[in-house]
């Protein structure tokens, strides 16, 4: 390492501005520094003192950066960056919801490279933090939102395999969050941020931060609170309607089933649907229903959070090192109320209005088996059916709690450096509904009139629940001198008695705890000395224990006898823990005066997926201070996930499709799918994935004031975990799974329900060990720094990742599935800025680019936006501007105002999305602007 590496090495790393390969996020270059440096380990090595710009690429995100950032939590910052974007794996609380394909709400997540939250190992200052209480279906992952913004130092993230290095699960790489630890006095910090629209989307954010250093200990505070208001569909023009409305409503349709052909629904008038709302379709009337008046796209959320830091230097080479951390948190999520199909309603039920009992006798009349004089009471001791959606939204409420704490001891002994750990965490989460959850039995117990209105329940009618019917019996409240309490499905559902309500519904409540108990030691120093400089190595070990237990209210556990105990609501559970251990061993080899090479070897061991080794070599070569080139290969090995490992059934919906699985729908692709109330099922045969990972780039320097990095990555995934619907019908159809009548499949079976004209009807998707996923692309990033003398300076930033290709092969039999470029996996994501400073001014404007792809409509909204059905829709591009401007003041306080969306730029219309927008790679918030100010004494 040349003289010059170590003087850069030390202006980076003591100003805590590193520009490493792909960030957006760098800082100026500073003119001179004459500081002592104290030695760090850099992300990608456990090797202290190693050049920032080794071998491997790394991102880091400082400090001014984050102040600059106008980010509220850590995932607002993560999402900036190009590695993190594509797919669904990344995820935010813009995602949450009520139901199981939704993510946990008030939690967040982050996948490098699009492969899962899963893949991308999330450590703080190195080491494991518990994993969410609550998984994102069936996906364990960190809730990245339990680390306050204002206690973070700064971001290292590795966007490569890691599994040598931090463990066999970081298949995608590793995303470490830095405490601050040495600050000195106190500050207390104010922002405030809201949209420009009418709707109020506030978020508040008060923290106060403090450090005290004594003669031979340093202590740090860090107390941070946090709210935000929620964010509907409504409250956004491009979110608003639902492209295709909903033809279940709160207006049901009913069909007697028997003599009635097409349904009948409450016409507009006399309280019926209203006249812009009553369609007719193919099987009838129906009142629209538009969803996206009932969802959230980001819910309400507030935190409160400490965190605390307790350095004591036990002797002159001993260090006693502790952290603790603690947040509790609320937030909510809410989507569209739920539907309810093929209910059976009593003919008898004195609600019904006598203009649709006369629509409905009118429609059976056309019937020959129907009395030529007959009235409604022709449709008497056989139910009606209905179908419809509740009148109120599903919504859940969350408590979660998280703690951490870290002790140990790190020393030096003889040149050689140690540190040995214990880490605990624990993170434990309660669900409970707060509105739109019905339990099944009971409302069909209140349809049918078994109900009475002290509560009393009578035999009227015989319920089956697997599928919904009901037979005749005849007993009734009346004939034991009661009142019935009836439901009222008509009106808009707006009515009802207190104890239909209180019967109906549901809160479900919900718990889970996941716990994390480790302890870990390494120990780094030199070893040989060869001609062109020292062998340094590091090697260490770590043991943990890991629980997840995720518990369902009773009465939304599914069975067979009642698939479906709640409408439209689903529960999870999963019920695991292990024991882990792990050794390591890693050599920075000088092979010469410019050439580093990097071995790392290790092997985890689970107790129950036995071990497995995992090597990872990394080579740098600098062929002048101008040009410096890097490359790294490596392995990986993730066992099943806690969730994974101890799923119970998952209760899901999917919508099959003709076009890919045409065996599904009678043999015609051309016809329309059945929307399922499907299970997601646990399979006791998973086994661990594996990795390969390898990529090469150059470090350029052309002058002294300007960077260029380029990094090619490349990933290939075996036996990937998880459920790929369209291949998992294929492959039943094929007789690899049961394939059986209407409600003939056992909760908790996998396999498929067909009826009597060839159409799944209900499908038991099997979690299991799935084919191939090949990723690549190339990171590039290009800086430039301009010193005008009388101006100030500036520092000009491109930044973006190209995905190559993400193909999936989900099974030997199936073809292989390209989604780079297709439906959220665009294939340029790129960020530009310009920075000024000038004395205690500075000021930034960022440019933010998402390229088009290919958007996956189903064929009826292609024919709801009068397209054909074989239309291909593309995705527009989507560029935002954001500017910030900021001062520092001498009496120790720091200003600053950031507007994030200048232009206010509404995203671009996606039809494959039920809310009209991919929040996964776009916002519909619009230009949001934040105030922020410090104040340090």
Not at 787 to 798: A, H, M, P
Request: net charge negative.
């Amino acid at each position: 390492m040349n003289k010059r590496t170590h003087l850069y090495k030390a202006i980076r790393v003591a100003l805590g501005c590193s520009l490493v390969s792909g960030s957006v996020y760098a800082q100026e270059v500073p003119q001179t520094t004459d500081k002592a440096v104290e030695e760090v380990v850099v992300t990608g090595t456990h090797i202290k003192g190693l050049d920032s710009e080794g071998a491997v690429q790394v991102v880091q995100i400082g400090r001014d950066e984050i102040n600059a950032s106008g980010a509220t939590s850590p995932i607002e910052l993560l999402q900036e960056l190009t590695q993190t974007g594509g797919g669904s794996g990344t995820f935010s609380t813009a995602t949450a919801g009520p139901l199981s394909s939704n993510t946990p709400p008030g939690a967040a997540g982050v996948s490098l490279r699009g492969l899962g939250a899963s893949s991308t190992l999330v450590l703080v200052n190195g080491r494991r933090v518990s994993v969410s209480s609550f998984a994102k279906g069936q996906e364990s992952f960190v809730d990245v939102n339990a680390i306050p913004l204002s206690a973070i130092e700064r971001v290292e993230v590795l966007p490569s395999g890691a599994a040598a290095t931090y463990g066999a699960d970081a298949i995608a790489g590793v995303v470490n969050f830095v405490l601050r630890d040495d600050f000195e006095g106190s500050e207390i910090t104010l922002s405030h941020g809201n949209s420009t629209a009418s709707s109020d989307e506030g978020k508040y954010n008060l923290n106060w931060v403090w450090g005290h250093k004594g003669e031979r200990s340093h202590t740090m505070l860090v107390a941070d609170f946090f709210t935000r208001n929620a964010l509907y569909d409504r409250d956004r023009n491009i979110t608003a309607n639902s492209i295709r409305p909903s033809q279940q409503g709160i207006y049901p349709s009913f069909n007697d089933m028997e003599f009635m052909y097409y349904d009948q629904t409450q016409s507009p008038g006399a309280g019926g649907c209203p006249e812009d709302k009553f369609k007719s379709g193919r099987l009838g009337d129906y009142c629209e229903f538009n969803s996206n008046a009932y969802s959230a796209t980001q819910d309400e959320y507030e935190s409160a959070s400490l965190v605390g830091t307790f350095n004591y230097q036990l002797t002159d080479s001993v260090e006693w090192f502790n952290t603790v951390m603690v947040q509790s948190s609320q937030s909510s999520g809410t989507g569209s109320p739920a539907n309810f199909s093929y209910a059976p309603f009593d003919p008898e039920n004195p609600f019904w209005p006598e203009q649709l009992k006369a629509d409905m006798v009118e429609e059976a009349a056309y019937d020959s088996s129907f009395p030529s004089n007959g009235d409604f009471s022709e449709f008497y001791t056989s139910p009606i059916y209905a179908w419809g959606k509740f009148p109120d939204a599903r919504a859940v409420e969350v408590d979660s709690h998280s703690s951490r704490l870290v002790s140990g001891l790190r020393g030096d002994l003889n040149g050689w450096g140690w540190e040995v750990a214990a880490n605990v965490a624990r993170s434990e989460s309660e669900q409970r509904g707060i509105s739109g959850l019905y339990n099944s039995e009971a409302f069909y117990n209140v349809t049918m009139g078994n109900l009475c209105t002290d509560g009393t329940l009578v035999n009227r009618w015989d319920l089956e629940l697997n599928p919904a019917d009901a037979s005749y019996s005849g007993e009734t409240c009346e004939s034991l001198g009661k009142t019935t309490a009836w439901y009222n499905p008509f009106d808009g559902q707006a009515e009802q008695l207190d104890i239909v309500n209180s019967y109906v519904r549901t809160d479900a409540k919900r718990s889970g705890v996941s716990t994390l108990y480790a302890i870990d030691g390494n120990l780094s120093g030199s070893w040989i000395e060869l001609p062109a400089g020292t062998i340094q190595v590091a090697i260490g070990g770590e043991f943990r224990r890991e629980s997840v237990k995720d518990t369902p209210s009773g009465d939304a556990v599914s069975t067979t006898l009642n698939p479906e105990p709640i409408l439209g609501f689903s529960s999870t559970s999963a019920n695991a823990e292990r024991d882990q251990w792990a050794v390591y061993m890693e050599q920075m080899i000088p092979l010469a005066a410019d050439t580093e090479l990097q071995l790392a070897l290790r092997y985890d061991h689970y107790d129950n997926f036995g071990g497995d080794t995992n090597p990872k070599v990394a080579l740098r070569h600098a062929f002048n201070d101008a040009i410096i080139f890097r490359s790294n290969w490596s392995t990986s090995f993730r066992a099943p996930s806690l969730a994974q490992v101890g799923a119970g059934t998952l209760l899901g919906s999917y919508t099959v499709d003709c076009s890919v699985t045409p065996g599904a729908c009678a043999g015609d692709e051309n016809e329309d799918g059945e929307s399922l109330l499907s299970e997601e099922v646990s399979n006791d045969e998973l086994q661990p994935e594996t990795a390969t990972t390898w990529g090469a780039g150059f470090l350029l320097k052309p002058t002294a004031n300007t960077e260029l990095t380029i990094d090619y990555w490349n990933i290939e995934h075996e036996n990937l975990i998880g459920i790929e619907e369209d291949d998992f019908i294929k492959r039943a159809l094929e007789d690899e799974y049961p394939v059986v009548g209407e409600g003939e499949l056992a909760t908790g079976q996998p396999g498929l329900e067909v009826d009597d004209d060839g159409f799944v009807v209900d499908a038991h998707f099997q979690l299991t060990n799935l084919g191939w996923q090949k990723t690549s692309g190339v990171d590039m990033a290009f800086t430039h720094y301009l010193d005008t003398q009388n101006w100030g300076s500036l520092r000009f930033v491109l930044d973006g990742t190209y995905l190559t290709e993400f193909d999936k092969l989900p099974s030997d039999g199936a073809d292989v599935l390209s989604e780079a470029g297709q439906y959220t996996y665009p294939r340029w994501l790129a960020n530009a800025s310009v920075r000024w400073r000038y004395e205690d001014w500075s000021a930034q404007l960022a440019a933010n680019y998402t390229h088009s792809y290919k958007d996956d409509p189903t064929p009826r909204v292609l024919e709801a936006v009068g397209l054909p059905d074989n239309a291909e829709v593309e995705v527009d591009a989507w560029t935002v501007f954001d500017l910030s401007l900021s001062r520092d003041f001498n009496n120790g306080s720091y200003a600053s105002l950031r507007v994030n969306n200048l232009l206010d730029e509404e995203p671009p219309l996606v039809l494959g999305t039920s809310a009209n927008v991919d929040h996964f790679n776009h916002s519909s918030m619009g230009r949001y602007v934040t105030l922020r100010y410090s104040y340090a004494f």
